[in-house]
Antibody, heavy 119, light 110 residues
């Protein structure tokens, strides 16, 4: 069974940092592209970042570029999101999602990790 | 990259059909046949319902269908059922490994 489990969420002050992890199981992690997608309270989904299966290609949405860093460790079946210079507007549930072979086909999602940025 | 435009809410009675639109630009929806739709019940994570504009993953009822015309994609739910009440989000590829979502549409079953 495919499972994605996020961890590392919590409360952080503006300007602070936080690192999210996503543990993958039930599939060959190293064969799949992965993404981070977030959802602010009461809002729609927002694409955050993409990382290729081998980690060579990484792209970010405009709102997080330069502040967030996505990485993966295929040996540990894990995906990471390092969030620096956090802002109040970064408050959201952060999901990791697997992209199937078809583009823009996010076929499995984690349960989400809540990040709250507040003083 | 601006969010795709979706109606805030749509509603219908059981058995009726409802259609949710998702409007983008020639740089996303209009430029690629890579549009997907996700269903999200309160407090839950998103679930893939449609990908590649019209394809349904295994296990998704055939009352869910997708289409696209120009820069607007659509999700139609035929034979609306109580369990279809949820939020629905569209997503489009926007080139160079960038993606854009819509703001989401609340479907209510009257």
């Amino acid at each position: 069974e495919v499972q994605l489990v996020e961890s590392g969420g919590g409360l952080v002050q503006p300007g602070g940092s936080l690192r999210l992890s996503c543990a993958a199981s039930g599939f060959t992690f190293s064969s799949f592209k992965m993404h981070w997608v977030r959802q602010a309270p009461g809002q729609g989904l927002e694409w955050v970042s993409y990382i290729s299966s081998g980690g060579e290609s990484i792209f970010y949405g405009d709102s997080v570029k330069g502040r967030f860093t996505t990485s993966r460790d295929n040996a540990r079946n894990s995906l990471y999101l390092q969030m620096n210079s956090l802002r109040v507007e970064d408050t959201a549930i952060y999901y990791c999602a697997r992209e199937a072979t078809d583009i823009c086909n996010f076929d499995y999602w984690g349960q989400g990790a809540l990040v709250t940025v507040s003083s | 990259q601006s969010a795709l435009t979706q109606p805030r809410s749509v509603s219908g009675s059981p058995g009726q059909s409802v259609t949710i639109s998702c409007t983008g630009t020639s740089s996303d929806v209009g430029g690629y046949d890579f549009v997907s739709w996700y269903q999200q019940h309160p407090g839950k994570g998103p679930k893939l319902m449609i990908y590649d504009v019209t394809k349904r993953p295994s296990g998704v009822p055939d009352r869910f269908s997708g289409s696209k015309s120009g820069t607007t994609a659509s999700l139609t739910i035929s034979g609306l059922q109580a369990e279809d009440e949820a939020d629905y989000h569209c997503c489009s590829y926007a080139g160079t490994s960038h993606y854009v979502f819509g703001a989401g549409t609340r479907v209510s079953v009257l």
